[in-house]
């Protein structure tokens, strides 16, 4: 059972009041098991770029399903400053395309908590002909953005960063010219930002990658009617290319099924269906790593929408094995992996992350994150600078916890509170309004006590 506490007064009221505000705690009681269906708010990564797209598209952009996250919230504050219109007509967003060129704002853009938007919006102002300043809070302040910095400047774009090459941006846009660039750290937020430019670029700008990384971006410019050339080792878009509106059912979050996907993972016979669920196969390793960890999965009703697949996903919990995630896995689950290590103790043999080191530099540290809470219940944890190795077979105990801010890290460990004994109070529950403004009252329908 899920209940939510503020000011140190346990409430009786339902839990969306613990949105009230964003320092909110909750208290998470243990449960048998998960049973019911669950449609899941619009996938967050193709929320940014379908809406980024059809600002500077021609025509009227229509998205329903758009992601409830505060995340993607500031790609729509900041587009509205850049004189695109757009509007809630029922359960739809209707953006007003504005064609390529955008207009000046007259303040610095607010990009809250979001890495995805300024990584992705700094590609299409770096093709802008006027000056943009963009911001974010304190966590976002901490990320860095040398990896788009120095591409785009390659490109012609002008860059002035804060400390450390980290927010805030001031970005003077223009002319662009062309590259091929081979991505250093791979990253679907910068592959998409250069792709982004390329529109804005003469000659064919090629984006290469190491690992493969999340192609939505790829996949919504073609959407938008772009030519898009893919190879297995990444990318290129011609600049000059005029965008189309679309009209668009964005498909529910895999990364937001991953807590409800786990969590059921967590009991034996816990019964799961997720309709309209986002497929696309850089984004369903997910479901492999949970079939060879035990979990009973299905997909059916399976099709393709925008070029994007979309299916429903049905699964039986089991009993937990273990697994090593590693290289290209680590890559296709980074987002994921903040759960998948708080099930770890549960199972047989153990989770051991391996190649993880870009999770130090998310929202919160990540790995440390994980490892602290961890330990707060009770587990025995090794923390790497790349990873995490967490053994099997242990009991995990309430405790009092903390998100750090990190909306991932609050509703990792609200799934791990399901199968520990005793009650565990999270602080600053609240965080995961960032991608998920519903989420304890979802996984609170869910929950058999």
Not at 54 to 62: H, P, Q, S, Y
Not at 109 to 124: A, E, K, P, Q, Y
Not at 298 to 315: D, F, I, K, N, P
Request: proline share 4%.
């Amino acid at each position: 059972m899920l209940v939510p506490k503020q000011a140190g007064l346990l409430l009786t009221a339902k839990c969306q009041l613990l949105f009230m505000s964003k320092s909110s705690n909750v208290i998470v009681r243990p449960a048998k098991g998960l049973k019911g269906t669950i449609s899941l708010p619009g996938d967050k990564s193709i929320s940014h770029r379908y809406a980024m797209l059809g600002g500077i598209a021609e025509g009227a952009t229509k998205l329903e399903n758009y992601s409830a996250g505060a995340d993607c919230a500031s790609t729509l504050g900041c587009l509205r400053s850049l004189g695109v219109e757009w509007t809630r007509d029922g359960g739809k967003i209707v953006i007003q395309g504005r064609g390529a060129k955008l207009q000046a704002p007259s303040a610095p853009l607010d990009c809250g908590n979001s890495g995805s938007t300024i990584r992705m919006l700094s590609g299409i102002l770096a093709g802008q002909d006027f000056s943009t300043e963009l911001f974010g809070d304190e966590s976002l302040s901490r990320r860095p953005m040398a990896r788009v910095i120095t591409p785009l400047e390659a490109m012609g774009a002008k860059i002035t960063a804060g400390n450390g090459g980290r927010p805030p941006l001031k970005i003077s846009g223009g002319h662009l010219k062309a590259i091929s660039y081979n991505m250093p750290v791979p990253s679907a937020q910068v592959k998409s930002c250069l792709l982004f430019a390329g529109l804005y670029a003469d000659g064919e700008t090629a984006v290469e990658e190491s690992i493969r990384t999340r192609d939505h971006g790829e996949i919504a410019l073609r959407a938008f009617g772009a030519e898009v050339k893919r190879t297995p080792q990444g990318a290129s878009v011609r600049g000059g290319q005029t965008l189309k509106a679309i009209e668009a059912r964005i498909p529910g979050d895999i990364s937001s099924a991953a807590f409800f996907l786990c969590a059921a993972g967590l009991f034996p016979g816990s019964q799961l269906v997720v309709p309209n669920l986002l497929m696309n196969p850089t984004r369903a390793r997910l479901l492999d790593i949970l079939i060879g960890l035990g979990l009973g999965i299905s997909v059916t009703q399976l099709e393709e929408h925008h070029g994007e697949l979309v299916g429903t996903v049905q699964v039986e919990g089991g009993s937990l094995k273990g697994a090593t995630i590693s290289g290209a896995d680590t890559a296709a689950v980074i987002d994921e992996i903040p759960v998948l290590s708080a099930i770890a103790p549960y199972t047989r043999d153990g989770i051991e992350i391996r190649d993880a080191k870009e999770l130090r530099v998310k929202e919160s540290d990540r790995i440390a994150t994980v490892a602290t809470n961890l330990r707060a219940m009770g587990a025995e944890v090794e923390e790497r600078e790349d990873g995490l190795k967490i053994p099997g077979t242990q009991k995990l105990r309430g405790a009092e916890i903390d998100s750090f801010g990190d909306h991932r890290i609050a509703m990792a460990f609200a799934v791990a509170a399901l199968r520990a004994s005793g009650e565990t109070l999270i602080r600053d529950a609240g965080a995961a309004v960032i991608s998920f403004p519903g989420f304890f009252d979802s996984l609170d329908a869910l929950v058999e006590r």
